[in-house]
């Protein structure tokens, strides 16, 4: 009995650090203000050039276009979200275009843009996944928070990668 009773302890203590060490490799991990703006290393030069000003623009103005179609979706929680979003976010221009911004990021600050970036392609796959609707099927209230959350989690990650270049 005693084995079994210092079994268990030392079992359950091991699956316990193995999973805090999973789950949680280091102190921060996954946390979403893990690194602050102000602590990101920037390529001065690379800032300035037309190329990722450019891209900074074009940045701001997907953020623009999801908040219109945002503002949109609250006016009428029927709208063709996906189609609108498709035609919005081309995700292969998108990318070309968070990949131009974070160029000037270093190395270590890439490890917390990148993250960014993927969470904005993300974000635009489930909001097209989301919004999607049989046809004829008016969209449920369920569904329209559904929705509105990742409208919410887009704008949210638009906002933190433009914080990184201002």
């Known amino acids: 009995m005693a084995f079994v009773s210092s079994f268990a302890g030392v079992s359950s203590g091991g ?13 921060g991990f996954n946390a979403p203000e893990a690194i602050k703006p102000a602590d990101i290393a920037k390529d001065v030069e690379a800032l300035n050039s037309a190329s990722v000003k450019g891209a900074i623009q074009k940045l701001a103005s997907y953020r623009d276009a999801a908040t219109a179609l945002r503002k949109d979706f609250k006016a009428d ?28 990021f270093d190395e270590d600050s890439q ?56």
């Open 15 to 27: 699956i316990a650090g193995v999973l805090s060490r999973t789950f949680f490799p280091k102190s």
């Open 77 to 104: 929680p029927q709208l063709a979200v996906g189609a609108k979003a498709r035609a919005l976010f081309t995700i292969s221009d998108l990318r070309n275009v968070l990949n131009e911004v974070d160029s000037i």
């Open 111 to 166: 490890k917390e843009t990148d993250r960014v970036v993927r969470r904005i392609i993300q974000d635009v796959e489930e909001l097209e996944t989301s919004a999607a609707v049989r046809p004829g099927t008016p969209r449920s209230p369920k569904k329209v928070d559904r929705v509105e959350r990742w409208f919410e989690k887009l704008d949210s990650d638009f906002e933190r990668l433009l914080s990184f270049v201002q």
